[in-house]
């Protein structure tokens, strides 16, 4: 939990006290796949249909249209998008006929890759052939979600967050200090008479 609130003393922010920041995602896949939808969810807004034709930058996630995925002259774009952010979620919707990937790309990129099996809650979807799909491109880690349902969003919300300790100014200026400056001015045994 970020602390806001100035009347906070430094003393009340003991070790218990976690930050959390988001790894920023970039969500990347074929047109229809339920990126956009996916978005909604994740930032909780309402979800309402909205033909994605252009990449959208939010805070923390990266939305682009299914285009770029499938026209190759676009795909370069992908590499772009994808060192301005921490991790990329490759979706596929479970009533996806064939995949858009070819197999072991996932090395080709620069971040950290996992898998979204979107639509699961849809009366033609085949979870189990999105998932081998999706480990045949390369994915290690594969959510499975519905947009409609909420399923698997808390845990592509969990997986994204970093946890780490909240420590006052002042202590973390000491630690710096000790480790820098604190260690020069030991004098060194050969100077010791
Ligand atoms: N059943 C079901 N339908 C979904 C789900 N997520 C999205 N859809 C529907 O799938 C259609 C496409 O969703 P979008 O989120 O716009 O897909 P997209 O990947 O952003 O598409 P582009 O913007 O063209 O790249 C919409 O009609 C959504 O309502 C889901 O979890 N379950
Ligand atoms: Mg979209």
Redesign the pocket.
Known sequence: MIIHDENIEYSDLTETNQDIDMRRLVLV?R????????KQVLRGEK?T????QYVSQYDVLI?M??EYAENLDLAHAIALYTSESDVVGI?ISATEPYSLYPPNVTPYANRDIFGIV??I??WAADVDQATRWLELTGCKKIFH????TGEGVDEIIDFLKIKHKKEPVHKIMQEIHDETFGKLTKIPSYFVE
């Open positions: 896949g047109s229809e796949c339920g990126k956009t939808t996916l979800i249909y909205h033909k994605t939305d249209p299914g979706c979107t639509k809650d849809h979600t519905s947009s409609y």
